[in-house]
Structures are given as C-alpha cells and as structure tokens.
C-alpha cells in the first residue's frame, strides 16, 4: 500500500501543502517546530481518523481559520483509494472514502494499515493501564471487525451501568434486577474480549521478542504479559463480587477495561529499571512486532512512519534498524529527523528510492 499524495488546508500549523511522495522512503528535514511532525500526523489521521498528538480534534484546525482538510490519494492492492478527512469547528469531523461519506467511523478502521514510531510512546511504559489497553485494542482491531465492535458496546455498558449506578447513589435506592441486565451484556462482550486479547498476545509475544533481539543484538530477556482478572475468575462473578464496592465507588471497578500489560526486562519491570535506551529499543520491538503482525493479518504492508526515531538511540542500535527495514518485507516508509546530513547518510544505507523534504 502507498500513500502517493498529501494535500493539506489549515491543517495544524499548514495554511496550505501539496506533497508528492516516493513509493519507498519520504524524509522530512527541518528544525523543532517547523511542522514535520504535523504531516505524519495528517497520515496518521487518515488511517485512524483521529490525531495520533492531540484528541481534541478542533485543535487540530489552523490558528485563525475554521476547518481543516486532509486529503490523501492512496494506492492499494492496483486500485487507488482517495480519503479525505475533514472538520469545520462546531460540526462533526467527517471522512469520505472516495467521495462517499462513512456513517461510522469503525467501518474506516483496517482500511489503511498504519504503524507508526514516535517518542510520545514513551507513555506506553510511563503512563497508566488505559494507554497500553489502547495499544493492544488499536492492533487488534486494524484486523477484526468483531472485536471492534464488541469493544464499543463493551465500553457504551460500562458508560450506562456507571450512570446507573451514580443513579442510585444520587436517589438513595437500589435495584439489583437492573443491574444484572448490564451485568449480563458486559459478562457476554467482556468474555469474547477476553479471549481474543488473550489469542493475540500468544502470537504477538514471540515475534516481540525476535524484533527486540534483531534491533538490540543482545539476549536480554524481556516480556509482555497480560494482567487480568478474568484469568481467575469469569465476568459475571467478578461483577457479583465487587457489587458492593462499585455502589460506593458509583463506577465499575471491575472488567477488562482495568486489564494492563506489563513490561519486563530481565524480569524486572522496565519502567523502573531499564536504561533510556532499553526502553526506547522495547518500544520500537513492540512497534516492529505491530507492524509484521499487521501485515500477517491483512496481507497488505503496512505504512511505516518514524518520528524522530533516531533521536537517543546509539548507532549500534540504529544500523540494527536499517538493517531491518532494507529488505522487502517493508514498503512505504515516512521519516522526521532534525539532522538533514544524518537521515541522507542514513537513507543512503538502505538502498531504495528516497525523496528529502526540507521544511
């Protein structure tokens, strides 16, 4: 799959930009500040529909104007697929496929594969459960329809037992009959979640660890493993048992929207004892990982953005990376760098077609 233009309108810092791109590397080259991240996220955004950077989509608009568009003009499996993604302030951010406007948004996810590697997924190992949880989610939906939307009215009961549970706080009253309705919708979606969580972690650990060693060179041992509470216990019961916690809480403490991964080096978690360049050679494994275990699913190579990834990383590692990515399994690949003289030496390395960019 190749992404062969880009076409902005007051999108973040861009007024307006027109980019034709190489079918193998695009660099983009300038100072901090200067908008080359802003394009890799405008492709991200037509992959997802949303900003990798920034959730609140009307921040995304140009200071001083009042909409932004994003139009790409894609090619895959020999037929060309024209997105544009679009939002005016006050309105809903729409996204046609080819001219034709989606109704939800989840029938565009897995449409255009897309991994992406930033320092802001440094928050993968330093912040809490809920940014992990979105990692696992966002890999297993590009390639399952079912999961996604399980995942959807999984997190819509939990928004309503919630509300209902704020509900008997707030009048003082109870009815466990209605509650169990919720309980029993969230036991049947929950437990599919569960499962297919479970299944893809199976897969997606031992390619994590061969992407870690190809990267690092080095048998340091790490892990992912998955904590959850439905390993002991079933969604119904876990429910039944915290009945009571949740009606002081007015919230649903338990589920597999509190499950979490966690990350291991040397057996040791990394967050606490792995080196900066430990932890940024386990988030690119895990990205890597992403990217093969995408491809394996969709049979479409993914699009591969790098952000800045050469920053802090030794230049063992990065010739470890090159190496990697010069062979055929990758297709499409965006880079950002600060250092016009670096990524051209470094581009050079891996003998493709390339085009720089200087912002």
């Given at each position: 799959?190749?992404?062969?233009?880009?076409?902005?309108?007051?999108?973040?810092?861009?007024?307006s930009?027109?980019?034709?791109?190489?079918?193998?590397?695009n660099?983009?080259?300038?100072d901090n500040?200067?908008?080359?991240?802003n394009?890799?996220?405008?492709i991200?955004?037509?992959?997802f529909?949303?900003s990798?950077f920034n959730p609140?989509?009307s921040?995304?608009?140009?200071?001083?104007s009042?909409?932004?568009?994003?139009?790409?003009?894609f090619?895959?499996?020999?037929?060309?697929?024209?997105i544009?993604?679009?939002?005016?302030?006050?309105?809903?951010k729409?996204i046609k496929?080819?001219?034709?406007a989606?109704e939800r948004?989840?029938d565009h996810?897995g449409?255009?594969?897309?991994?992406?590697i930033?320092?802001?997924?440094?928050?993968?190992?330093?912040?809490?459960?809920d940014?992990r949880?979105?990692?696992i989610d966002?890999v297993?939906?590009?390639?399952d329809?079912?999961?996604?939307?399980n995942?959807?009215?999984?997190?819509?009961?939990?928004?309503q037992r919630?509300?209902?549970?704020?509900y008997?706080?707030?009048n003082?009253?109870?009815?466990?009959?209605?509650?169990?309705v919720y309980?029993?919708?969230?036991?049947?979606y929950?437990?599919e979640i569960?499962?297919k969580?479970t299944?893809f972690?199976?897969?997606?650990?031992?390619i994590?660890?061969?992407?870690?060693k190809a990267?690092?060179g080095d048998?340091e041992?790490?892990?992912?493993?998955y904590d959850?509470?439905?390993?002991k216990y079933?969604?119904?019961t876990?429910?039944n048992k915290?009945?009571?916690?949740?009606?002081?809480?007015?919230?649903?403490?338990v589920?597999i929207?509190?499950d979490?991964?966690?990350?291991e080096?040397?057996?040791?978690?990394?967050k606490?004892?792995?080196?900066?360049?430990?932890?940024?050679?386990?988030l690119?494994?895990?990205?890597?990982?992403?990217?093969h275990f995408?491809?394996?699913?969709s049979g479409t190579t993914?699009i591969?953005i790098?952000?800045?990834i050469f920053?802090?990383?030794d230049?063992?590692?990065?010739?470890?990376?090159i190496t990697l990515?010069n062979?055929?399994?990758?297709?499409?690949?965006f880079?950002?760098?600060?250092?016009?003289?670096?990524?051209?030496?470094v581009?050079?390395?891996?003998?493709?077609?390339?085009k720089?960019?200087?912002?």
């Open positions: 799959m190749l992404l062969r233009e880009l076409s902005l309108i007051n999108y973040k810092n861009f007024e930009k027109d980019l034709a791109f190489d079918a193998k590397i660099c983009f080259v300038g500040g200067i908008g080359k991240t394009i890799l996220d405008s991200y955004h037509l992959s529909g949303k990798y609140i989509a921040q995304n608009i140009r200071h001083g009042d909409f932004f568009v994003i139009d790409g003009t090619e895959k499996e020999n037929r060309e697929e024209k544009v993604c679009s939002l005016k302030r006050n309105n809903k729409i496929r080819n001219g034709k989606y948004f989840a996810i449409l255009l594969p897309l991994v992406i930033s320092p802001a997924d440094r928050d993968l190992i330093i912040e809490g459960s940014t949880r979105k990692f966002g297993i939906s590009q390639s329809k079912n999961y996604l939307q995942l959807i009215n999984y997190n819509k009961i939990v928004s919630n509300a209902l549970l704020k008997f706080a707030a003082r009253t109870f009815n466990n009959d209605t509650l169990t309980n029993e919708q969230l036991h049947t929950g437990t569960y499962k969580r299944l972690l199976e897969a997606f650990i031992p994590f660890q061969e992407q870690y990267i690092t048998n041992k790490v892990s992912l493993t959850s509470k439905l390993t079933d969604m119904l876990l429910l915290n009945i009571e916690k949740d009606r002081a809480l007015q919230y649903t403490s589920g929207h509190k979490d991964l966690s990350f080096i040397s057996e040791y978690p990394i606490k004892f792995g080196s900066q360049g430990q932890q940024k050679s386990f690119i494994a895990l990205k890597f990982a992403q990217f995408m491809k394996s699913q993914p591969l790098l952000d800045d920053d802090k990383l230049e063992h590692r990065v010739s470890h990376i990515v062979n055929e399994n990758f297709g499409q690949i880079i950002s760098d600060t250092h016009a003289d670096r990524t051209e030496s581009v050079k390395k891996i003998h493709q077609s390339y720089i960019f200087k912002l």
